[in-house]
């Protein structure tokens, strides 16, 4: 529970209530999974998990669509947009690159 308090207090200096939030409910996942398997695995399958659905998923809730900006950074309204290095360039329908 120590780490989860730690990673807390650090995420708090982003001042992005969502990271700080999510800190706090997936820290109390991944103890209360320690805690009762008494391993690192579940937590770490866990943790992959939902880090690996955060990198992919978030993106696509906050409007970007992929391939559309072939690695180019947005500024959407004043608020840059960094996580377009995630798109893949369309291509045709043969599998052609654009």
């Known amino acids: ?3 989860t308090i730690l ?5 708090v200096a982003t001042m ?3 990271l ?3 800190a706090i409910v997936m820290g109390v996942v ?3 999974e320690r805690e009762a398997t008494r391993g690192v695995l579940a937590p770490l ?3 992959v998990t939902w880090s690996t659905l955060v990198l992919f998923l978030l993106p696509l809730t906050r409007g ?3 391939g559309s900006s072939r690695g180019v950074h947005h500024d959407h309204g004043g ?3 960094d996580h377009a290095f995630l798109s893949i360039p369309a291509g045709d329908a043969q599998g052609s690159p654009p």
């Open 1 to 3: 529970m120590w780490a």
């Open 7 to 11: 990673y807390v207090l650090v995420t």
């Open 16 to 18: 992005n209530v969502a």
């Open 20 to 22: 700080v939030v999510a």
């Open 30 to 32: 991944f103890t209360a």
């Open 45 to 47: 399958v866990t943790h």
């Open 64 to 66: 970007c669509r992929t």
């Open 79 to 81: 608020v840059h947009d």
